[in-house]
């Protein structure tokens, strides 16, 4: 849903007053009373006009939200409670919409949030404007510019936790459209005197306490320092540590920072080197050496120091510390060269310590303004940032707050230029006269400051140039002669002095009455600070570093480009840079954020009355109101304005047709305002006193209190109105549904009675029925009933006669065929009791046998003389017959079996039969062989060529031919060897080579030996003293042992008429040549799964371990 557009204004709720200029009465008084109201209702920010007047809360508000930024976006500047985000979007649409260039202007004293509000400004214009890949990327570098300027540029102080010890100034630069391009950095007079000493309560720059405690060790180790602060004397103790901020954090924040706004590793790396190094020259410590001619001159009291700097640096160790302990003075071509005492050498010291450090923060904005510069060469719009310290007025003054109070009278000097004229130029633009304003101008102050010819910052430089002893009191001998009669300059010196008598001025010190307040300078330092000397061998010791980030720091150190100008003071570069920013300033559309700080301790609530009085004085804001009132306290369009107050009159309320500017002139006719107090410009209406426009206020206020009357009366009425008709109409509908339930009900009831009278009825109405229908059959069932019992009796009697008959014929026939079984009987009896008996036994016994016979043909069983199969005996006095009977026709299908063998069945089936005999239930392989047929030749020697000479060899017919494992004797391992048996010997030979390498007639073979158990290892014994029996008796494993076996049993007793022993024993003796050993088996090792093996065990033992 779109968001409703609501018309408001600045004058709505408003906290006191949110416009000073409608402040009334106007005085110091109620401009802080104002203030403070605000400021305690957390209404932080208060116009002045145009300008932005922020009171620092010193906590977080919730008011820079992205919806607070969404309800400032494209709204009036005086439509919202006033802002820095009203001010920002004013700046921003003006520079987008009608390509006016702007500027923002913040000031304020330390620690009154001009950074937070610059910031702030920047966000904003950052959430508002286009969007984008490489806008979003501009963005963010230049919002990351930030983080690495503050580490290098901001430091913790009394008044400031993250106090800008540099003014900054930042263009940032948009296209046509608004989209940001880039933008450009300036910065101003870094306070490096910091850099080596600290006021109490302070510290050094955020980034070397950043480097110590967020760099890794690695880091630190490269850079030789160490995590400890107190190790450094650049870092003041005493406060160290800032509550609520982490260092380490910060730095890796830094680091990061330093990557978006696109630093090089190697770049970032030679900061921190140059870090390192300044840190590191703090810690160089002079000690006096006497010399010949009576001088003191200075000698490093450590070089290790050095030695460090010079390795992280590449500085030549003895150039360093040569400049360190000489001053070559260059004067007509001729170089004098003295030696420094202590204090010249730490004054040397530190001088290079603060130039290296404010050379290198130099640097660093360049460098960010080469990443930030915008790419493109299209024409520009651009908007301006200035953060840049306030006014400043201390206890003790120097000229650093001088420098820092001339750009503020600058800037005020600018202020007051540019707020008239615009003033000036919207009288002209509304073409309404202009008068006269009476104001206070400062640029006779600014003229006592930078005038050319007897400006004090001028006398200073003539000062500091002059030969001859120059000191702090020659300066302000000058000054006093020179601007003695000048109305803004104070003095006691001079003779004529308006000032003798007055003891608030010390002697050494001169006062500048400045537009916002008089400041006491103390004159101490001027002409130092101004000089900022740094000895010329200092600068060529730094130029001929060997890194390049400090040899480019140092360019005047080349001796090649020796200038023996001096180089600009520190003043008059200053005075340059300001006119530079101011000229810039003027091109710009100006717009003021003027920061206040409402107390000295940081701390939230709390709102000094006094502290606030003297900064509202010197940053001139009465001044500003009267300035902003001189003409016209108020003014407005006359669209809002008319939209506003046409409630106040009959013929405005509530449309005026016509155009706005005659609606206003009539209303103001109507409420009889004096004519005096108002004008009519072209576009916008001009109000005199702001006590005018509280009476239109106060008047709206009571006017809109009838008109809320008048619509809550109305708003009433209708409520109540439509309340009544919504009743009556809900009445009416209840009561038609109401009716039609009780009709309903009504006939339900009537419908139900009726069901019941007619069942009634009907119930009566069939029984009746009923009655006589049963009375009619039951007559109907008598008639047949009698009938039927009539028809019985009739049919019993007639049944009851021809039973008697057929009785007494049954009678006769029965007792006429016993008479005649008796007479045969009686005639037959004698043959009948002697044969009948043994002739039916027989009789029957004939037909049972021949029934047996002939059933038992047709039950016989298959020819298979394995087929168990006989058919169940019929009567048990056959049982030995059936049994005979089986037995006979089992042989007789075994001989039909047999006649089919052939010769060489026979043959394998005896040998067969003769396995059987030997191993049946001795050995426990002997099952598993039933089965596999003997081969006999399993290694075809015939066939094969490379056999061809064994088979030479042998001449015999072969009968076992097949690869045994013959077990080494010695270890039990085996190798595979042919085993051959003929008609006649037993050969064994070479598996690959066929080679013979042992023949045993049979007749020397005495027996074979073996286990019981399911295992193929055996032993052949050989007869004593045979020639075969030398070495000793065979053992060998086999996976055909019975065959094998078989056939050596029945080839021995074939060829020598013996039986072979065979013996079969799970431990038996060897012959091993000499030894006698034991061959024995042992069951259930499991090692090599289901292979059995052999191991010798000693001399005696040989164990094979059977699975
Ligand atoms: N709008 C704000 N909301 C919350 N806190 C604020 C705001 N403005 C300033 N502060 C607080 O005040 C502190 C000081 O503000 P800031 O650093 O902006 O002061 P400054 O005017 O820049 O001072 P210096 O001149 O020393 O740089 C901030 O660190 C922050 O804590
Ligand atoms: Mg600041």
Redesign the pocket.
């Known amino acids: 849903m779109a968001k409703m557009e609501v018309k408001t204004s600045l004058l709505d709720n408003m906290i006191g007053v949110g416009d000073m200029v409608l402040l009334e009465p106007l005085n110091e008084e109620t401009f802080i009373n104002n203030l403070k109201k605000r400021f305690d209702h957390n209404e932080?920010y208060t116009y002045i006009g145009s300008v932005v007047i922020?009171v620092?809360?010193?906590?977080?508000?919730p008011i820079?939200s992205p919806e607070k930024v969404e309800d400032y976006r494209n709204r009036n500047f005086y439509e919202l409670s006033p802002h820095?985000f009203a001010l920002s979007d004013e700046a921003y649409r003006s520079l987008r919409d009608q390509d006016k260039d702007q500027c923002i202007l913040?000031t304020?004293?330390?620690?009154?949030?001009?950074?937070?509000?610059?910031?702030?400004v920047m966000s904003y214009v950052a959430a508002v404007c286009g969007k984008g890949a490489e806008v979003n990327q501009v963005k963010e570098q230049l919002l990351q510019s930030n983080p690495v300027l503050e580490a290098f540029g901001?430091a913790k102080?009394v008044?400031?936790?993250?106090?800008?010890?540099f003014g900054k100034y930042m263009d940032i630069e948009f296209d046509f459209k608004g989209d940001p391009l880039g933008g450009v950095i300036s910065n101003y007079l870094l306070e490096k005197s910091r850099v080596v000493k600290q006021p109490r309560g302070e510290r050094n720059f955020h980034v070397f306490y950043q480097l110590l405690s967020g760099a890794s060790e690695e880091l630190l180790n490269k850079l030789t320092l160490e995590r400890d602060f107190s190790r450094y004397n650049y870092l003041s103790l005493d406060s160290a540590k800032v509550n609520g901020v982490d260092d380490a954090a910060n730095f890796r924040t830094v680091r990061n920072a330093m990557q978006i706004v696109g630093f090089m590793d190697h770049e970032a790396e030679s900061v921190l080197e140059v870090v390192a190094a300044v840190l590191k020259l703090g810690n160089i410590e002079f000690k006096p050496e006497s010399r010949v001619n009576g001088l003191d001159e200075s000698k490093i009291k450590d070089k290790n120091e050095l030695k460090e700097i010079c390795e992280l640096t590449g500085i030549d160790q003895s150039v360093l510390e040569r400049a360190f302990s000489f001053r070559t003075v260059e004067a007509k071509q001729e170089k004098v060269s003295t030696t420094l005492n202590v204090a010249q050498a730490y004054y040397a010291r530190d001088a290079l310590a603060k130039n290296l450090y404010s050379r290198l923060f130099s640097w660093l904005v360049n460098r960010i303004n080469e990443s930030i510069k915008a790419q493109t060469k299209v024409r520009k719009k651009v908007m301006g940032v200035l953060?840049i310290?306030?006014f400043e007025i201390f206890e003790d003054n120097s000229f650093e707050q001088f420098i820092i109070n001339y750009c503020n009278e600058k800037l005020q000097q600018i202020f007051i230029e540019l707020t008239l004229k615009e003033e000036q130029e919207e009288y002209v633009r509304e073409g309404i006269e202009w008068t006269h304003i009476d104001y206070f101008n400062n640029a006779i102050i600014c003229d006592l400051i930078e005038n050319n010819t007897n400006g004090i910052l001028a006398m200073l430089d003539e000062e500091c140039l002059r030969p001859g002893t120059v000191t702090d009191e020659t300066f302000l001998e000058k000054l006093n002669q020179v601007c003695a009669t000048h109305q803004h300059f104070e003095s006691r010196m001079s003779k004529s002095s308006r000032f003798l008598n007055d003891t608030s001025l010390p002697h050494s010190c001169f006062r500048i009455q400045h537009y916002a307040g008089k400041v006491l300078y103390q004159v101490e330092g001027f002409v130092d600070k101004n000089n900022d000397l740094l000895y010329r061998d200092l600068s060529q010791a730094m130029w001929k570093a060997g890194h390049t980030l400090i040899k480019s720091l140092f360019p005047e150190g080349n001796p090649a480009k020796i200038n023996l100008k001096r180089p600009p003071t520190a003043g008059s570069q200053f005075k340059a840079s300001v006119a530079t920013l101011m000229k810039n300033l003027q091109t710009k559309n100006p717009n003021y954020i003027r920061?206040i700080?409402p107390n000295d301790k940081?701390a939230a609530h709390i709102f000094s009355e006094a502290l606030v009085c003297h900064q509202i004085r010197y940053l001139g804001l009465l001044e500003n109101v009267r300035v902003r009132r001189a003409g016209y306290a108020f003014r407005q369009a006359y669209e809002p304005c008319l939209e506003r107050y046409k409630m106040l009159c009959k013929q405005t309320w509530p449309h005026w047709k016509g155009p706005a500017r005659a609606g206003v002139e009539v209303l103001f006719n109507e409420l009889e305002i004096p004519v005096e107090e108002y004008s009519f410009g072209r576009s916008k209406i001009f109000i005199r006193n702001p006590r005018t426009l509280f009476k239109l206020e106060d008047l709206r206020k009571q006017r809109l209190e009838d008109l809320a009357t008048l619509i809550q009366k109305i708003y009433r009425g209708w409520k109540c109105r439509t309340h009544f008709l919504l009743m009556r109409k809900s009445q009416i509908v209840i009561a038609a549904w109401y009716r039609r339930y009780a009709q309903q009900k009504r006939y339900q009831q009537i419908k139900s009675s009726t069901l019941v009278i007619q069942s009634y009825i009907r119930g009566w109405k069939a029984r009746k029925i009923l009655r006589e229908l049963k009375h009619r059959k039951r007559c109907e069932e008598a008639v047949t009933t009698i009938a039927a019992y009539w028809h019985g009796t009739q049919a019993r009697r007639e049944l009851k006669r021809l039973k008697e008959e057929a009785r007494r014929k049954h009678a006769v026939a029965v007792i006429w065929a016993y008479w005649l079984g008796l007479k045969v009987r009686r005639e037959y009896r004698k043959f009948f009791r002697a044969n009948a008996g043994k002739k039916i036994y027989e009789f029957t016994l004939q037909r049972i046998v021949q029934k047996y016979f002939l059933e038992m043909k047709n039950k016989m069983p298959s020819l298979s003389p394995i087929d168990k199969n006989w058919p169940p005996r019929p009567y048990l006095f056959l049982d030995s017959t059936h049994k005979e009977l089986k037995r006979i026709f089992h042989l007789w299908r075994c001989k039909k079996y047999r006649d089919q063998f052939t010769d060489q069945q026979k043959l394998i089936y005896e040998e067969k039969l003769e396995a059987s005999e030997l191993f049946k239930d001795k050995k426990a392989l002997y099952p598993s062989s039933v089965g596999q047929p003997f081969q006999g030749a399993y290694l075809e020697i015939n066939k094969n060529p490379k056999y061809k000479k064994l088979k030479d060899a042998i001449e015999e017919k072969i009968i076992i031919a097949e690869v045994v494992n013959k077990i080494n004797r010695a270890n039990g391992k085996s190798t595979s060897r042919i085993f051959l048996l003929t008609n006649n010997n037993l050969l064994l030979a070479d598996q690959k080579s066929g080679q013979i390498k042992s023949e045993v007639p049979l007749v020397d073979v005495t027996k074979v030996s073996m286990s019981s158990q399911n295992d193929g290892f055996f032993a052949v014994h050989l007869k004593e003293g045979s020639e075969a029996a030398s070495k000793g008796d065979f053992l060998f494993s086999s996976d055909h042992l019975i065959e094998m076996a078989t056939k050596l049993y029945r080839t021995t007793l074939s060829q020598t008429k013996q039986k072979l022993n065979i013996e079969i024993s799970d431990e038996f003796l060897v012959q091993f040549r000499q030894d006698k050993v034991c061959v024995k088996f042992i069951q259930g090792n499991q090692k090599n799964g289901s292979v059995p093996t052999c191991k010798r065990k000693n001399n005696r033992l040989l164990e094979v371990a059977v699975p």
Do not use: Q, V
Request: glycine content about 10%; some cysteine; proline content about 3%.
């Open positions: 932080i922020s620092n809360p010193y906590r977080s508000l820079y820095i913040i304020g004293e330390s620690g009154a949030g001009k950074t937070e509000a610059s910031k702030l901001n102080t008044r400031n936790d993250n106090s800008s010890r953060d310290y306030g920061c700080k940081k």
